[in-house]
């Protein structure tokens, strides 16, 4: 069965994030009101195929912990969907 994952990656709150804040005042600049925060991260798409769906969160966990993600500064969510 494929599957459609995606990793979303940001840093953790503790972490500084000098995109996020230039972002942030982007948008103030530009007359946008009510923005708090603003955090940039990144989205990592993939395709898999595996047996079932707790396989491939379990597979691609362990691929955003050792590699798509830098777990000292950054935190991550894997969302996998059924690929229709």
Not at 7 to 33: I, M, T
Not at 51 to 73: M, Y
Request: proline share 4%.
């Amino acid at each position: 069965m494929k599957f459609r994952v995606q990793v979303a990656v940001l840093l953790k709150k503790s972490v500084l994030d000098p995109q996020g804040a230039a972002v942030e005042r982007a948008l103030k600049s530009h007359g946008y009101e009510g923005i708090k925060a603003v955090r940039v991260g990144k989205l990592i798409e993939l395709e898999v195929e595996d047996e079932s769906r707790c396989e491939v969160k379990t597979k691609v966990t362990a691929w955003a912990d050792q590699l798509l993600a830098n777990p000292v500064l950054e935190t991550f969510d894997v969302i996998v969907e059924p690929q229709l």
